[in-house]
């Protein structure tokens, strides 16, 4: 996965910027009030931003629009996987990733999901919509 990216503030852009921002990238510059209480999963090939795992790493304080629900999107933060099965390095980067952000916002396990989880006719990370395999990386990434 990528190492994090220094994005500048959706209000350092211009107008133009601004929308190209929004429509290539998929995020705005912040979530308001709204509390993150979830992270979703995705597969790399997913097409919107995520938080994690992209050439473009949306800030935390943002909104990612990584799924096509506006209330979701404000509360969750969303990391993109590579396709395939993870291999160790890989999955220890992610359990990384999800264990800073459970102990940082207090999410519990239950509230890790796939985009799967949240649309089933999105095969989404496709490696682990498999019951077994996902239910086996979510006790490694969250233990």
Not at 61 to 80: E, N, Q, R, V
Not at 85 to 93: M, S, Y
Not at 94 to 122: G, P
Request: with cysteine; charged share 25%.
């Amino acid at each position: 996965m990528a190492p994090l990216q220094t994005m500048p503030t959706f209000s350092e852009l211009s107008c133009i910027e601004k929308e190209t921002v929004i429509r290539e990238l998929g995020y705005s510059d912040n979530r308001g009030s709204s509390p993150i209480i979830a992270i979703i999963i995705h597969g790399l090939q997913h097409p919107m931003s995520v938080h994690y795992g992209m050439r473009h790493n949306v800030p935390e304080h943002c909104t990612a629009w990584h799924i096509p629900s506006y209330i979701k999107c404000m509360t969750s933060l969303g990391i993109a996987i590579p396709k395939g099965e993870l291999q160790e390095d890989k999955r220890e980067e992610l359990r990384a990733v999800v264990q800073c952000w459970m102990n940082k916002y207090k999410i519990t396990a239950d509230k890790i999901v796939r985009h799967y989880d949240l649309n089933i006719k999105c095969l989404c990370p496709e490696a682990y919509v498999e019951p077994k395999k996902w239910v086996d990386l979510l006790a490694y990434i969250t233990r």
